[in-house]
């Protein structure tokens, strides 16, 4: 056989699937019209867009082809990156074309606002999982996501979004299929709500399916977030299939509070306190006590978290990989015995200090 066009749909198809590098797809796709039929609908479906030029091109390319009823390139698009500050019209022009889209992440979202947002649901009716990062979007938009995808929305995150408040929790409850939960620096303190911080607590651990939750910020004290009630060792699991955990500023929270969500919620493999001043070392021995397949431990800026303790606590889990513990206590020189090259090291106000071990070094002793 000496001509690609003999070559049956599924060789073709086999031979594009093993195509690593998207200069290897356009390559393909430049054989012959076979190759081009099949190759398109892969170099279409993930965008990752980075580079304003690059995305007035890519609209232009898409209003080309909406125009032909059979090869609309909008039509293969299931996931798009975004790094470009986009303009709300900007978003809509592209988010028009793209009616199959199920992944969404706008990672410089400064200009976004609810005058687009709002409507992004009714042109991307399957979405799955979105990112947003910088966004001045209040609750005006996570209400049209709760009501046009809490069927399928399951990943969502929110970074640095500061329009937002604790009135959205409330709105997601809805969202029923939701995995997984993000919502970092987004100072929801803020901004005038109806809700208090307990009632968005509730609010959050009234969704089932929750299997990572995170909810982080520098300033205010999120412990209510923590997912137990007061007896829960009687209860089932608010979350029974938690496996990633992380809450900070957590500065009220105790030992015993951290005992009761390590024991109650066996299956978590990435756990995260910060910022807490009356946590101690009492808490990483209960989590190698509970948590036989923890990989990833993060007690960063605890005052009462020791050396001693840490390095127990990496002895003791043999799935450990690694540990954060960022602050200006546990020196670099406590771990001596270590490799250096599994140490990264925090710098404090010319104090050399641990940032993050590595656990495989410590199985080396």
Request: proline share 4%; hydrophobic share 40%.
């Amino acid at each position: 056989m000496n001509h690609f066009d003999h070559l049956p749909s599924e060789v073709i198809s086999l031979i594009l699937n093993h195509a690593d590098e998207t200069c290897d797809l356009y390559t393909c796709a430049l054989i012959n019209k076979t190759f081009y039929k099949y190759a398109t609908p892969l170099l279409w479906e993930h965008l990752d867009l980075n580079g304003h030029r690059t995305f007035s091109y890519l609209i232009d390319d898409l209003e080309a082809s909406s125009s032909l009823r059979s090869n609309s390139l909008g039509e293969f698009v299931r996931s798009a990156s975004i790094q470009d500050r986009l303009s709300d019209d900007e978003l809509l022009a592209f988010i028009k074309h793209v009616p199959q889209l199920n992944d969404l992440s706008l990672h410089e979202a400064t200009f976004i606002t609810d005058d687009s947002f709002e409507h992004v649901p009714l042109y991307v009716p399957h979405l799955t999982r979105l990112y947003i990062r910088y966004s001045s979007i209040t609750q005006l938009s996570i209400e049209a996501m709760s009501r046009h995808w809490y069927r399928q929305l399951n990943h969502l995150e929110f970074k640095r979004c500061t329009g937002l408040s604790y009135d959205l929790f409330s709105a997601l409850r809805q969202c029923t299929a939701l995995t997984s939960l993000a919502i970092s620096y987004c100072e929801l303190k803020y901004n005038n709500a109806i809700d208090t911080i307990q009632d968005a607590a509730w609010n959050v651990m009234a969704l089932p399916n929750i299997t990572s939750f995170r909810i982080m910020d520098c300033f205010f004290n999120y412990t209510p977030f923590l997912p137990i009630t007061p007896t829960a060792q009687q209860q089932q699991p608010v979350w029974p299939y938690l496996t990633h955990f992380s809450l900070g500023a957590c500065k009220d929270m105790t030992d015993a509070m951290a005992l009761a969500l390590i024991q109650s919620h066996p299956h978590l493999v990435d756990l995260g306190f910060y910022r807490s001043v009356m946590m101690t070392d009492k808490t990483l021995d209960s989590i190698a006590t509970h948590l036989p397949n923890i990989v990833n431990v993060d007690v960063e800026e605890m005052t009462k978290i020791t050396a001693a303790g840490v390095r127990r606590l990496m002895q003791q889990c043999p799935k450990l990989v690694t540990v954060g513990c960022d602050n200006s206590y546990i020196y670099t020189s406590d771990f001596d015995d270590v490799d250096p090259s599994c140490i990264v090291v925090s710098d404090y106000n010319n104090g050399v200090f641990v940032g993050r071990l590595y656990g495989e070094a410590f199985r080396k002793y």
